[in-house]
């Protein structure tokens, strides 16, 4: 996890017109053979080796087939590249095939994948050419990789992995003969660098990520036997390590998942231990760490399937294909298959959208626009013109818009008034989830309380997992004004002055604040609006608060906001991104707690003496506060506290889904600590209509899953894949 605490607000994308091609739009669910797997991916063997060396068939060439090998696939006997690579060679500015290539090359398992045409330009967009976003396209620096929308684990730069039988050691075993973009060698002296020159550089502000803490957060050690093996060795046990790894899309500086990996013979020219013409009492790890960044730097040498030749900031960059690409498809092709790749910069938003319908943008992921749902019926429209074709996701959405309290606020009545289950039950029967599904997600979706994404293996894994996302789903999302109302009588608020709301049982005023950035989108600023109306009718007085965006943040770290409403649960990995379930940070519904959390590993003697001198928790620097402050719901949060530790360091993957499922039952027993309107609500993709090889819903394993970042979309698509059907039309 991030300590920024990513969770990818997906913009919606999707309306109540059928979409062309589409199928089941709402609350759909992929199933069946093809879909994820309870293993960790790759080709499991005894000793626990994951290697690509399976004789899995090859992907089907046709467009109807679904999901991704489970197992890699074998390395085709023929490989062969892009023609105009071939004129290069053949002008000898490049090497042989054989010679980019590494000697088992990564060959791309997508079942749906055709065979296609290499050549052509493909046009993209942003509003901002500084927007981490256009990472998200690239898979390339992952050593390992999700598959089937997150159920399964293959190779990446690492062709196999392979960990001890108490998760203690974690190795990984690279691809000879992988080369940077500039057909330099990448080795794991490239990770090195990072390690040794970055993370444990005291100059350099870049720690250890939590890919390499263990169970109990302590720091592995990470050594380079030879060129092509790289072993982590932790403490205690850590088993999420390799389901860390294989998130997000890393590389860079650090912007979309840690970096792990640098080109060393570049970068290191910028580093005072290795030029003395660098000045290390400057502050040289902000130039340094710019000049990693790929996408804006031309010079810059890459592991993504297209490399950067022009930069111009705010304006567009162009991306040409990188002819040492390390993939291949299961037909032997070199991949891109595209030759360039042209990112427009478009700073308004709505000419944005006016280009996408107009079909100057050839391929698009709506959930990395500002694409919303009154803009899919112009958009049907350009897709019936024939500019474009749709093609829908599911985005795996536990939540939509999300709304939670600050369940630990200073004030000790409002305090106590939140830790009552009834109360928090009552706020959720009184929210009129119909209504807001109808007026804010067009019937899309599923109603349900708020829970974690449907999509994880946690509610994946099999028939008792499924039942429990039910009961989680459907544990208080009925609207019942009636049961709410008692609930709320039952606890004596009552109107005591006769100004039509409740009040506290003593008579003193109470007030529920909606807080929200203020920039928030007008999804969240809707909901806020249906939450007003539905509380107050009720009788529970509601106020809308919009906060400055730069101060929303450091607000409700220290609890100085009541609740948060411009946030959304698209996650579904516990030990990765434990937040939403369980407080370890300061930035969901226990901020204090969490920070306590924090404290706890990070700075525990300063933890203890500030709880020794300080008594109230809001006191403190920064403010946190522990299980011994009794603070209402203090037991409950660290219960779940406790739980999570347990899972955190047990090796036996069944032992540590019960004990995921233990603090999933908290939830459901004891929640809501969090409300959504509703589930699984569908996005959008948008492409040219010669534009091959971009998954349609029918293709994912579990019809997609778009939000999380842990999960980058598109990246798991490999849009390297991608092809013109007429490549000769389509060159700038």
């Given at each position: 996890m991030r300590t920024t605490g990513i969770s990818r607000r997906r913009l919606l994308a999707s309306t109540a017109v059928t979409l062309a091609g589409a199928t089941?739009?709402?609350?759909?669910?992929?199933?069946?053979?093809?879909?994820?797997?309870?293993?960790?991916?790759?080709?499991?063997?005894?000793?626990?080796?994951?290697?690509?060396?399976?004789?899995?068939?090859?992907?089907?060439?046709?467009?109807?087939?679904?999901?991704?090998?489970?197992?890699?696939?074998?390395?085709?006997?023929?490989?062969?590249?892009?023609?105009?690579?071939?004129?290069?060679?053949?002008?000898?500015?490049?090497?042989?095939?054989?010679?980019?290539?590494?000697?088992?090359?990564?060959?791309?398992?997508?079942?749906?994948?055709?065979?296609?045409?290499?050549?052509?330009?493909?046009?993209?967009?942003?509003?901002?050419?500084?927007?981490?976003?256009?990472?998200?396209?690239?898979?390339?620096?992952?050593?390992?990789?999700?598959?089937?929308?997150?159920?399964?684990?293959?190779?990446?730069?690492?062709?196999?992995?392979?960990?001890?039988?108490?998760?203690?050691?974690?190795?990984?075993?690279?691809?000879?003969?992988?080369?940077?973009?500039?057909?330099?060698?990448?080795?794991?002296?490239?990770?090195?660098?990072?390690?040794?020159?970055?993370?444990?550089?005291?100059?350099?502000?870049?720690?250890?990520?939590?890919?390499?803490?263990?169970?109990?957060?302590?720091?592995?050690?990470?050594?380079?036997?030879?060129?092509?093996?790289?072993?982590?060795?932790?403490?205690?046990?850590?088993?999420?390590?390799?389901?860390?790894?294989?998130?997000?899309?890393?590389?860079?500086?650090?912007?979309?998942?840690?970096?792990?990996?640098?080109?060393?013979?570049?970068?290191?020219?910028?580093?005072?231990?290795?030029?003395?013409?660098?000045?290390?009492?400057?502050?040289?790890?902000?130039?340094?760490?710019?000049?990693?960044?790929?996408?804006?730097?031309?010079?810059?040498?890459?592991?993504?399937?297209?490399?950067?030749?022009?930069?111009?900031?705010?304006?567009?960059?162009?991306?040409?294909?990188?002819?040492?690409?390390?993939?291949?498809?299961?037909?032997?092709?070199?991949?891109?298959?595209?030759?360039?790749?042209?990112?427009?910069?478009?700073?308004?938003?709505?000419?944005?959208?006016?280009?996408?319908?107009?079909?100057?943008?050839?391929?698009?992921?709506?959930?990395?626009?500002?694409?919303?749902?009154?803009?899919?019926?112009?958009?049907k429209q350009s897709e019936q013109q024939g500019n474009i074709v749709i093609e829908t996701r599911e985005t795996g959405s536990g939540s939509a818009s999300v709304t939670f309290f600050n369940l630990e606020p200073q004030d000790k009545q409002l305090a106590e008034l939140l830790a009552e289950h009834d109360f928090r039950r009552a706020l959720s029967y009184a929210y009129n989830r119909p209504d807001a599904k109808h007026a804010i997600y067009l019937q899309q979706g599923e109603l349900t309380t708020g829970t974690l994404s449907p999509k994880g293996q946690s509610f994946q894994i099999n028939a008792e997992a499924k039942k429990l996302y039910a009961e989680w789903r459907d544990s208080y999302k009925t609207y019942d004004k009636a049961k709410a109302g008692k609930l709320l009588d039952k606890l004596g608020l009552r109107d005591s002055d006769g100004d039509g709301f409740r009040e506290f049982p003593d008579g003193h005023p109470l007030t529920i604040r909606l807080d929200r950035p203020a920039n928030a989108s007008q999804e969240h600023v809707k909901k806020c609006n249906h939450l007003k109306r539905d509380w107050e009718a009720v009788g529970l007085k509601t106020q809308l608060n919009p906060v400055p965006p730069t101060a929303f943040g450091d607000e409700w770290g220290r609890g100085a906001l009541m609740t948060f409403n411009a946030d959304e649960v698209g996650d579904n990995s516990p030990l990765v991104y434990p937040n939403w379930i369980v407080p370890v940070q300061n930035n969901y519904w226990a901020p204090l707690t969490g920070q306590g959390y924090t404290m706890r590993i990070f700075d525990p003697k300063g933890m203890r003496k500030q709880v020794a001198e300080i008594s109230d928790p809001y006191k403190r620097k920064p403010p946190f506060m522990v299980e011994s402050d009794g603070w209402p719901l203090a037991k409950t949060f660290a219960k779940l506290q406790d739980i999570f530790d347990q899972a955190r360091v047990e090796p036996d993957a069944a032992k540590r889904m019960q004990l995921i499922w233990k603090i999933i039952r908290i939830h459901v027993d004891e929640g809501p600590f969090f409300y959504g309107v509703v589930a699984n609500y569908p996005a959008i993709a948008i492409r040219h209509p010669d534009l091959h090889n971009i998954p349609a819903h029918e293709n994912l394993a579990l019809g997609g899953w778009t939000n999380p970042w842990i999960i980058p979309t598109p990246a798991v698509y490999d849009p390297e894949l991608a092809f013109w059907s007429n490549p000769d039309e389509h060159t700038g």
């Open positions: 089941a739009l709402a609350g759909c669910s992929g199933s069946g053979d093809d879909g994820g797997s309870d293993g960790q991916g790759g080709e499991q063997k005894p000793d626990g080796t994951s290697a690509q060396t399976s004789a899995s068939p090859a992907p089907s060439a046709t467009g109807s087939a679904k999901g991704s090998a489970k197992t890699p696939l074998p390395v085709p006997d023929t490989l062969t590249e892009a023609p105009s690579v071939t004129a290069a060679v053949k002008a000898g500015d490049l090497p042989e095939l054989a010679d980019r290539l590494p000697a088992d090359p990564y060959v791309v398992p997508h079942k749906w994948a055709e065979r296609g045409t290499y050549g052509g330009v493909m046009r993209m967009s942003v509003t901002d050419t500084a927007d981490v976003g256009i990472y998200e396209y690239f898979y390339g620096y992952s050593f390992l990789r999700y598959l089937n929308d997150g159920q399964d684990i293959g190779p990446g730069l690492a062709r196999a992995w392979t960990v001890n039988a108490d998760s203690t050691e974690l190795t990984f075993h690279f691809r000879k003969g992988l080369k940077w973009s500039d057909g330099e060698p990448c080795t794991t002296a490239d990770v090195m660098y990072w390690w040794n020159d970055m993370v444990r550089d005291p100059d350099h502000p870049a720690g250890p990520p939590d890919d390499v803490r263990d169970g109990k957060d302590h720091v592995a050690k990470v050594t380079a036997p030879d060129d092509y093996t790289l072993k982590l060795e932790f403490t205690n046990p850590a088993p999420a390590a390799v389901e860390r790894i294989a998130a997000w899309v890393n590389g860079a500086n650090g912007e979309n998942g840690p970096v792990w990996i640098v080109p060393r013979h570049y970068i290191k020219r910028f580093h005072p231990k290795y030029n003395p013409k660098v000045d290390a009492d400057s502050n040289w790890p902000n130039k340094h760490d710019r000049m990693l960044l790929w996408m804006q730097n031309p010079d810059c040498p890459t592991l993504a399937g297209w490399h950067v030749t022009k930069f111009d900031t705010g304006q567009s960059i162009t991306l040409n294909r990188n002819p040492f690409y390390y993939a291949v498809t299961a037909h032997g092709d070199q991949l891109p298959y595209i030759d360039t790749v042209e990112v427009v910069c478009t700073q308004d938003p709505e000419v944005q959208k006016l280009q996408f319908g107009e079909g100057k943008v050839d391929y698009v992921e709506g959930c990395l626009t500002t694409l919303t749902l009154a803009d899919v019926s112009t958009l």
